[in-house]
Structure formats: C-alpha cells, structure tokens
C-alpha cells in the first residue's frame, strides 16, 4: 500500500564552507530537529572514547627583533589565550594538557616524556628566534601544525623546505592574520585522533583479508567483523511500541512515502534501533554491512534492509556504510575528525555535455550538515535497484560546494571538488543524486579514475582540510582533476 504524507516545516539551510559546522560542539549550526537525536555518548562525530590531545606551544624569545624587540611575549600569549576562551565551543573535544610558552630548546626537551603522549602540537610563533626551537619540535616526529600571523618572524622561510622533502616530516603550517585559522589548525590533528579511537563492525561472512591489519598498524584503526546472529539477536531486543514510534517520526517527517507499507517502514527502524545498540554494546562508532554480499542470498537475510539504519547513524554522528566497503568506512571518519560532517557513497555517472558527475546511491543521509545541522527534505521510497525495502531518497542543496574522497590504502587519497548543480529525481540509477560540475574537466576525472566505483562526498570544498591532513598522516594525496 502506498501512502503520502506532508513533511514538517524543515529548517532553513545554512551555506556551508569549510568550517565546522555540524560537529555537534557549537560550530554556528542550528540545534537538532525531531527527527533524529544527537548521541549523547559521542565527544564529537565519530568520537566517543576521549577527547583530542593537543600540546600547545607559544614560541618566542624575549627581545626577538620581530615584531619589535619590546613586545611583551607574555602579553601576546595572553591574547592568544583569550582568542581560545572566546572561541570555547570550537575546541570543546580538545584537551590543551600541555600548555607552555617555550623559549629555549632545553625548556622544551624538559618537556618531551609529557608531549610524547599528545595526539599532535600546535605551535604558535610570537617573536623571531625560534629556529633551533622549531626543529627541534621537528624531530620529535609528531604530527605538527605551525601558525604564525605576519611580522612574528622570518622563520617561515625554513617552512617550504621542510613540507618538500623526499621524505617530509607530519608537518604543515598556516600563515594568517586570522586567528580563527588555528580552528583549521586543530583539524587535522582531530582526524587522526578519530581514526586511533574509532572501532567499525564489519558484518560480513568474506575472509577477512590484509586491509584491516595495515589501517590498524597506520593509524590504530579497530576493525571487527561479526556474522549475521549478533544483530538479530540485538535485533529482537528491541520492542514494537519502540520500533512503532520511530517509524512514526520518520513517516511524518518525510515530503512522500511511495513504495514501501508501513510494516516494512517499522521493520526497517526496528533494525535502525538495533544498529545503535549494537555500536553501543561494541564500544564502536561506525557499522558497515555486506548488504549486496554475504548478506544477500536471492533475498537481504538481515531482518530488514540496513539503508534507513545507515542514514540514521550518519545523521546522528556515528556512521553507516553499505556493501562493506571499509575504504569509504575511513574517509568517513576522516570527514567527520575535519569537518563534523558524514560521507556520501556514491555510484558515479559521468555527463561531459555538462561537464558533470551525477553521484547515486540509493542511501541518503538526511543530515548531511552534521548532527546538528538541519534536516534536509527526504522521500521514503524502495531500493532502486532491488524494488524493496526502505530507503531514504535525500535532496541535498544545488549551489553547495562539495568534496569527493577515498582513502585507497593506508598511504593513498584520491579526491576532487565541485559544486552542486542539480538534485535529479528521476526513475534512473540510485533515490539520492547529486549532479556536481567539477572544477576541472570532467572527461580528464573519468580518464584518471582508478580503484573501484565507490567513493565519498562531504559537503563543502574541503581541500586544505584533507591537504593538512594528509601531510600530518603521510598520506599521498591526489587531485584526480589534476
């Protein structure tokens, strides 16, 4: 039986950039709807064990000849340090449990057995003198980002050298007036951090393979994999009158339910419900299934189809991956530690008449903004390619920017940028499209396209984030436009 009914009003869709919008600690994005709750358990999207560990470093010489041989290095900290107090929200999954202004290298070697310990150090230049300091946080082999505003000093000519070795240190730096940069600053040291604390369950009868112990040896990454019983058995602990009203939110919220019936609908939250408890009861922050593998034999042998469960989570901070796709699993992660924002998987098709890329997949993640962003309008309707089950088809904003990426191997990213020029609702391909024109030649995008179907798209053009990233990570990073 199919049934319409009228959506609630949807928040007003906020532009996004690259900023933190969406990551669930203040970053200017609006305060959750009905819909779908934001996990309490989490610190920040995809994070939920600690908080990020940060060793920041002022670095200054009383008397350095830049910015003037009579500044007050103990002023200009403090200005720094009121920059922070302001911006609280920003940094509210950050634990600065080194905090020192560093004048010499012995007082920072004093320091060595404590900043071991941090997930990264952000190192703030104030006057000129500082070079032995700098290398000598250098050759500690942490991941490091440098800032520094204009006239703190010369050091930055030693900078270009460092990032173009053969072999160049985890080190990148920004250079700006702007202090709201140093929230850019900490990004990619909170991607990492995401990717040592996060845990996926992989559900799914495949062999195992390598994949899984060379993420865990790079970045600490825990992958497990289960088999089809403990979700049913989750599945089964969650009652109908639960299972009935989360279907309820999401029928009334959705602008039309076309194919699926109201059973299935219940179904599918029952199994949504299930996914939340088991990453609870895991201790794990993302879940992936092989929907279109092991899990499938003439029919899904899950209790229901996993889509709506994935938007669920991804909408709420954690996240749901289709098909097993453990690449696509850590890019999502790395969206999240960057931006608060989750991952799109797409099936792409490629238009050169337009210079486009239409990116399909029958999953969409209704917020796409992050878990406290706004709810983006959604249909209710079957899986395409199937013609059952219960997905939520999502229409995404033309006009917004957008990044593509995967991590191919622990050593290798492959990404570009455009922008979004059309939400396709049409009965062709996957429910949820972007078509998005490139910023480059799409003819050249599919001539250097490599490793597989799948990738994932976050909105806004996020490609310092994923630069900085990768340098700290030692991750190749490559412009398939390029």
Same mark, same amino acid.
Request: contains cysteine.
């Given at each position: 039986?199919?049934? !319409?009914?009228?959506?609630?009003n949807?928040?007003?869709?906020?532009?996004v950039?690259?900023g933190m919008?969406?990551?669930?600690?203040?970053?200017?994005a609006?305060?959750? &709807?009905?819909?779908?709750?934001r996990?309490?358990?989490?610190i920040?999207p995809?994070?939920?064990r600690s908080?990020v560990k940060?060793a920041r470093?002022?670095?200054?010489?009383?008397? &350095?000849?830049?910015?003037?041989?009579?500044?007050?290095i103990?002023?200009?900290r403090?200005?720094?340090?009121?920059?922070?107090? =302001?911006?609280a929200?920003e940094f509210?999954?950050? #634990? $600065?449990?080194?905090?020192?202004?560093?004048?010499?290298?012995?007082?920072l070697?004093?320091?060595?057995?404590?900043?071991?310990q941090?997930?990264? /150090?952000?190192?703030i230049h104030l006057s000129?003198?500082?070079?032995a300091v700098?290398?000598a946080?250098?050759?500690?082999?942490?991941p490091l980002?440098f800032?520094?505003?204009?006239?703190?000093?010369?050091?930055?000519?030693?900078l270009?050298?460092?990032v +173009?070795?053969?072999?160049?240190?985890?080190?990148?730096?920004?250079?700006?007036?702007d202090?709201?940069?140093?929230?850019?600053?900490v990004?990619?040291?909170?991607?990492l951090h995401?990717?040592? @604390?996060?845990? *996926? *369950?992989?559900?799914t009868l495949r062999?195992?393979? +390598?994949?899984?112990q @060379?993420?865990?040896?790079?970045?600490?990454t825990?992958?497990?994999?289960?088999?089809?019983?403990p979700?049913v058995?989750?599945y =089964?602990?969650?009652?109908?009158?639960?299972? =009935?009203?989360?279907?309820?939110r999401?029928?009334?919220?959705?602008k039309?339910?076309?194919?699926p019936t109201?059973?299935?609908?219940?179904?599918?939250?029952?199994?949504?419900?299930? $996914?939340e408890?088991?990453?609870?009861? =895991?201790?794990?922050?993302v879940?992936? *299934?092989?929907?279109y593998?092991?899990m499938?034999d003439?029919? /899904?042998?899950?209790p229901?189809y996993?889509?709506?469960g994935?938007?669920?989570?991804?909408s709420?901070?954690w996240?749901?991956i289709?098909?097993s796709?453990?690449r696509?699993?850590?890019?999502?992660?790395? $969206?999240?530690g960057l931006?608060?924002?989750?991952?799109? /998987?797409?099936?792409?098709?490629v238009?050169?008449s337009?210079?486009?890329?239409i990116?399909?997949?029958?999953?969409g !993640?209704?917020?796409?903004?992050?878990p406290?962003?706004?709810?983006?309008p959604?249909?209710?309707?079957?899986v395409?390619e +199937?013609?059952?089950?219960v997905?939520?088809?999502?229409?995404?904003?033309v006009g917004?920017?957008?990044t593509?990426a995967?991590?191919? #191997?622990?050593?290798?990213?492959l990404? $570009?940028? &455009?922008?979004?020029?059309?939400?396709?609702?049409?009965?062709?391909g996957c429910?949820?499209k972007?078509? *998005?024109r490139?910023?480059g030649d799409?003819?050249?995008?599919?001539r250097?396209?490599s490793?597989?179907?799948?990738r994932?798209?976050?909105?806004g053009?996020?490609?310092?984030d994923l630069?900085r990233f990768? +340098?700290?990570a030692?991750?190749?990073?490559?412009?398939?436009?390029?």
């Amino acid at each position: 039986m199919n049934s !319409t009914v009228h959506r609630r009003n949807f928040l007003e869709l906020s532009l996004v950039g690259t900023g933190m919008c969406g990551l669930g600690l203040g970053f200017g994005a609006s305060a959750c &709807g009905e819909l779908i709750p934001r996990s309490p358990k989490l610190i920040s999207p995809g994070c939920r064990r600690s908080k990020v560990k940060i060793a920041r470093l002022y670095l200054g010489t009383p008397g &350095g000849h830049w910015p003037n041989p009579k500044m007050d290095i103990s002023a200009e900290r403090e200005s720094y340090n009121r920059f922070f107090q =302001e911006n609280a929200q920003e940094f509210a999954d950050v #634990d $600065f449990f080194v905090d020192e202004l560093i004048t010499s290298v012995s007082q920072l070697e004093a320091l060595a057995d404590r900043i071991a310990q941090a997930d990264g /150090i952000l190192a703030i230049h104030l006057s000129m003198g500082i070079s032995a300091v700098l290398q000598a946080l250098v050759n500690m082999g942490k991941p490091l980002m440098f800032f520094a505003v204009p006239y703190s000093g010369h050091e930055w000519v030693r900078l270009g050298p460092l990032v +173009r070795q053969d072999q160049p240190p985890p080190f990148d730096a920004i250079l700006s007036a702007d202090k709201r940069d140093l929230i850019a600053a900490v990004r990619p040291i909170r991607a990492l951090h995401h990717l040592r @604390e996060a845990k *996926v *369950v992989n559900v799914t009868l495949r062999p195992t393979g +390598r994949f899984h112990q @060379e993420i865990q040896a790079k970045f600490g990454t825990e992958i497990k994999h289960i088999g089809l019983e403990p979700v049913v058995a989750v599945y =089964e602990k969650i009652s109908d009158r639960e299972a =009935e009203a989360e279907a309820e939110r999401w029928m009334s919220a959705a602008k039309q339910i076309v194919e699926p019936t109201r059973e299935e609908i219940v179904r599918s939250c029952k199994l949504a419900l299930a $996914f939340e408890r088991l990453l609870d009861e =895991e201790d794990a922050t993302v879940l992936t *299934v092989d929907c279109y593998g092991t899990m499938w034999d003439r029919t /899904i042998k899950l209790p229901a189809y996993p889509c709506l469960g994935f938007s669920r989570l991804n909408s709420m901070g954690w996240g749901g991956i289709c098909e097993s796709d453990l690449r696509c699993a850590l890019t999502h992660i790395i $969206f999240q530690g960057l931006v608060g924002r989750p991952g799109f /998987i797409s099936d792409p098709t490629v238009d050169q008449s337009t210079n486009t890329i239409i990116l399909a997949h029958c999953m969409g !993640t209704v917020r796409m903004h992050g878990p406290t962003g706004p709810d983006l309008p959604f249909k209710i309707r079957c899986v395409m390619e +199937r013609q059952e089950g219960v997905v939520p088809q999502v229409f995404m904003t033309v006009g917004e920017r957008a990044t593509q990426a995967l991590l191919v #191997d622990p050593n290798t990213m492959l990404y $570009f940028t &455009g922008e979004i020029v059309d939400t396709p609702d049409v009965e062709r391909g996957c429910r949820t499209k972007i078509t *998005v024109r490139v910023d480059g030649d799409v003819e050249r995008l599919w001539r250097n396209w490599s490793s597989g179907l799948h990738r994932q798209t976050c909105l806004g053009d996020i490609r310092k984030d994923l630069e900085r990233f990768c +340098r700290l990570a030692r991750v190749n990073l490559i412009n398939e436009l390029a």
